[in-house]
């Protein structure tokens, strides 16, 4: 595709529901990111893959928070049994292999109610 | 790990007007990135400095990296209602292609 495409754009969710937000990324980008950006904050660095291969889970918050890219493409970040804190707009960012150029898509906003 | 502080946190400037925003990091900098952010949208890309003294500009926005203060500034000419947003800035996490350390952005208002 043209762009770095997120759904939903929004999601609420009650306070113990599994959510699980779908970016997919350009056409032809290996490197695939999750930021989560918290109101009036930058965005903070969850995970990377290069196509299929988590390559870098550092950042995720806790062991609730998971992700895959299980064809090297589209991926999915699952959030089980969400809590208030992990509302935050969640960012995926894409990128060719190597290379220093990213680009993001619009977000999801993620509200906990 | 690396920190980027921002500064000013947010800036009111009139429309017309020069302003100047600074992105310092507390390591060396070995690439910086300026990007733009609208409320609830994701981030536009502006630039990016990869060299000491490189300076860049894109119409009215103009970029500079001062490797030794391991600092960068943004500098915007003649202010215009479309500047209005966050901006922020970024560096490589692991001075690889690794994805990016921000900071947490200058939020610019500009006033008619």
């Known amino acids: 595709g043209a762009g770095v495409s997120q759904s939903p754009r929004y999601k609420v969710a009650k306070r113990g529901q599994d959510v699980a937000l779908r970016c997919d990324p350009i056409?032809?980008?290996?490197?695939l990111f999750w930021y989560q950006q918290a109101l009036g904050q930058g965005p903070e660095f969850l995970t990377y893959?290069?196509?299929?291969?988590?390559?870098?889970k550092s950042g995720l918050p806790s062991d609730r928070f998971f992700a895959e890219r299980p064809e090297g493409s589209v991926s999915t970040l699952k959030i089980q049994r969400t809590q208030q804190e992990d509302s935050a707009v969640y960012l995926c960012?894409?990128?060719?292999?190597?290379?220093?150029?990213?680009?993001f898509g619009s977000g999801t906003r993620l509200t906990v109610v | 790990s690396q920190e980027l502080e921002q500064s000013p946190q947010s800036l009111i400037v009139q429309e017309g007007k020069n302003l100047t925003i600074n992105c310092t990091s507390s390591k060396t900098l070995y690439g910086l990135y300026w990007y733009k952010q609208k409320y609830g949208e994701g981030l536009i890309f502006l630039m990016m400095l990869q060299k000491g003294g490189e300076e860049k500009s894109h119409e009215k926005i103009t970029a500079k990296l001062d490797e030794k203060k391991q600092q960068s500034s943004l500098h915007i000419t003649a202010s215009q209602p479309s500047h209005a947003g966050i901006y922020l800035c970024g560096a490589a996490r692991g001075g690889g292609a690794d994805g990016l350390t921000f900071g947490k952005g200058t939020h610019l208002i500009i006033q008619p």
């Open positions: 893959f290069q196509n299929e291969a988590q390559l870098d």
């Open positions: 960012a894409s990128s060719l292999a190597g290379s220093y150029g990213y680009t």
């Open positions: 056409s032809g980008h290996v490197s």
